[in-house]
Structure formats: structure tokens, C-alpha cells
């Protein structure tokens, strides 16, 4: 079961590097600087974690769990700037493509920053159980 979990991990965040990639490159969304330090936060995962399943290191969750709770919080910034909770005044998208547009809305809800905290949200959760799990 603690394989599943890392292995589960791991594909939610490939998943997410290659959909983050697919709205940039194909759909042509241009990622404002929140979604580029979210980006940071994913990407390595996707080439840390395999490395823990041959052969199964449950230690991965203590040293890779810090990327996904910063990128949950730069993630939860960036959904309450979407949703208008956070004043103009400390916006940190100044130039360039601003933080607060939406591009993606997807069933009245489902924005790319939503997207990301959800992501987040699960790979903090097995990471957590798979620490729990791994020290018994």
C-alpha cells in the first residue's frame, strides 16, 4: 500500500506537469508567475519519487514533502487572488501576465490554481500517510 501511495504521487504530479504543459504550449495560456513557482514546486517531484519505488524508499515523504506544501500555499495564494480575496495592493503580478485571470474555468469552478491546489492537496496527503505508514 505504500508503494500504491508514492506511485499514485508520483502520477498525479507527472499528470500535472504534462497538463501545466498542455495549456502552455498547445492551448497557448501564458503561466503567470504564481503558476511558474507552483511549476518549480511540481516538476521535481515527477523525477524524485520514482526513484523511490526501485527499491521502495519510504523515506522519500520526509525529504520531498516540503515541495508540495509550498506549492500548496503559493496555490491557495493564488486561488484566493483568483476568487478576489486578496487586495490590488499585494498582488505580485505586476508585469506581464496578471495573477489574477482566469483562463480556465472548467464546471463554474475548476480553474488551473484550483487545479494545482487539489493536486497538492492529495500528493500532501499520501506523502503524510506514507510517512505514518513507513515508521511503524
Not at 508514492?6 to 508567475?33: K, N, R
Request: charged residues 5%.
Amino acid at each position: 500500500m505504500i508503494w500504491a501511495c508514492i506511485f499514485i504521487s508520483w502520477l498525479i504530479a507527472v499528470i500535472s506537469m504534462l497538463g501545466s504543459l498542455f495549456f502552455s504550449e498547445v492551448m497557448g495560456v501564458t503561466p503567470c508567475v504564481l503558476c511558474w513557482y507552483q511549476r518549480i514546486a511540481i516538476y521535481p517531484l515527477v523525477f524524485i519519487l520514482p526513484i523511490a519505488l526501485f527499491p521502495l524508499d519510504t523515506k522519500v515523504a520526509k525529504y520531498v514533502l516540503p515541495l508540495p506544501i509550498i506549492g500548496w500555499f503559493i496555490a491557495l495564494f493564488h486561488v484566493a487572488l483568483t476568487n478576489g480575496y486578496i487586495p490590488k495592493s499585494i498582488q505580485p503580478c505586476s508585469k506581464g501576465v496578471p495573477c489574477s485571470e482566469i483562463s480556465i474555468n472548467w464546471l463554474g469552478f475548476l480553474t488551473i490554481p484550483m487545479m494545482s491546489l487539489i493536486s497538492f492537496s492529495v500528493i500532501i496527503a499520501l506523502l503524510v500517510w506514507v510517512m505514518k505508514k513507513g515508521t511503524q
